[in-house]
């Protein structure tokens, strides 16, 4: 792997054996040589209304994977068809891919409509993202006035890799459109980052920005331990999102308590492999915890990646010195009002309050809350979730000396 600075002096020798590179903003321009790809991000302001399916098709990613990568919850009904406002603020996943020795996503094919130019095309319809040059180079466009009524366009992204990391750790690149009035300052605070960080990725003398630059923001992410030969082998997770995997039976979310990934059944999961470990009626996201006198029982049915249409799962008991805290879900959130253009309203995790039998036979109280309606579970599982959360007093269960097992999203807390 090459280093970030390594990557810089490459495309400074190529820029000088080859000629100057025309750039009328600064983008950060990231060198690669070979056709490995990786996840990557683009920050798309809306120019007007627009359906999540339309974003979805302008950008030719799966819905499913848009709402992930904004933390919109998936179960809100008719979601596809929920109009987002203007000026709305999206992050849109894409593949970033290697061309002509730059990363680029290439992915993306425009047909040109009727008053369509080449600088109404780069500025209003893909929001700065691309330059009208870039698309005017990108299709061998000889005269940039003439293009026709229904021909396609390939449009050329931005998007950087650097292998995945930042500063050592698991990162997704989002390529940010500098806005009036934007600072790094600003930026650092809002992505969870430092100004020092932000001038390295995007190899900056100096903190200075301006409307029109694009910026590579890294995005703190969870990774995973899934099987190589998995087809999802390479999943990576933004903080505070959400992936659907495993032929959309598995949701695997990041955040915001940890940057370890959680997999869990998809809310939506229809026809699904078994997702419940073998010798335990634990289902893909379930951990129990045990205090004793020597430390802290920890068992967990993980998800393991998916082989020829069978999800992996692995059953893992380990002691470890203190109990692990409580799994808390990222706060998912319904759709934006087209009313509004700033805020979205955030909506409770749905939970659901039930007595389900234990594992000896006996009755005990369980508190569910933040997890998601398993898919194909085992007799007795919640199927949907009430909107609310309800609670129950645990002290009356001690008072009474009943057992009871507490569970927290995923998580149980055997008494």
């Not at 425009?110 to 700065?128: E, H, M, Q, R």
């Amino acid at each position: 792997m090459l280093s970030r600075s390594t990557l810089w002096l490459s495309f400074a020798l190529m820029v000088f054996f080859n000629g100057p590179v025309q750039v009328h903003s600064k983008s950060t321009i990231e060198p690669c040589d070979g056709s490995d790809t990786c996840n990557s991000m683009v920050g798309y302001i809306l120019p007007t209304e627009l359906k999540i399916s339309e974003v979805s098709t302008l950008f030719q990613v799966d819905p499913v994977s848009l709402l992930g990568a904004n933390g919109i919850d998936l179960s809100y009904p008719d979601i596809e068809n929920q109009i987002l406002p203007a000026k709305y603020f999206v992050r849109v996943p894409i593949t970033c891919g290697c061309v002509n020795g730059i990363r680029k996503s290439n992915s993306v094919a425009y047909k040109v409509k009727a008053s369509d130019t080449l600088p109404s095309i780069a500025n209003t319809v893909f929001g700065g993202l691309v330059t009208s040059d870039q698309l005017k180079d990108a299709n061998s466009i000889t005269d940039p006035d003439l293009i026709d009524i229904g021909q396609s366009l390939t449009i050329p992204l931005p998007c950087s890799c650097f292998n995945g990391t930042d500063n050592g750790l698991p990162a997704i690149y989002l390529s940010y459109v500098v806005r009036l009035g934007d600072t790094m300052a600003a930026l650092g605070v809002k992505y969870g980052t430092t100004i020092t960080d932000l001038m390295t990725v995007n190899a900056l003398g100096t903190p200075v920005i301006k409307a029109g630059d694009i910026l590579a923001i890294p995005l703190a992410a969870c990774t995973s331990s899934i099987s190589k030969y998995s087809s999802d082998s390479h999943l990576l997770v933004a903080n505070g999102s959400y992936t659907i995997t495993a032929s959309h039976c598995v949701q695997c979310s990041c955040g915001p308590g940890n940057l370890n990934l959680y997999c869990a059944p998809a809310p939506l999961a229809a026809s699904c492999s078994s997702m419940q470990c073998k010798k335990s009626n634990f289902m893909i996201g379930n951990t129990t915890i045990q205090p004793t006198s020597g430390g802290c029982n920890v068992t967990t049915c993980s998800y393991s990646g998916f082989l020829n249409g069978t999800i992996l799962t692995s059953l893992v008991t380990s002691l470890q010195p203190q109990c692990p805290g409580i799994q808390v879900m990222p706060n998912f959130t319904g759709p934006p009002s087209t009313s509004t253009s700033t805020s979205v309203a955030m909506a409770p995790s749905p939970g659901v309050l039930s007595l389900p039998k234990s594992p000896s036979g006996g009755t005990s109280s369980s508190i569910i809350t933040g997890g998601f309606a398993p898919a194909n579970g085992p007799t007795g599982s919640s199927s949907s979730a009430p909107k609310l959360f309800r609670w129950v007093s645990i002290e009356s269960f001690l008072l009474l000396g009943l057992p009871f097992v507490i569970r927290f999203g995923d998580w149980q807390l055997l008494h």
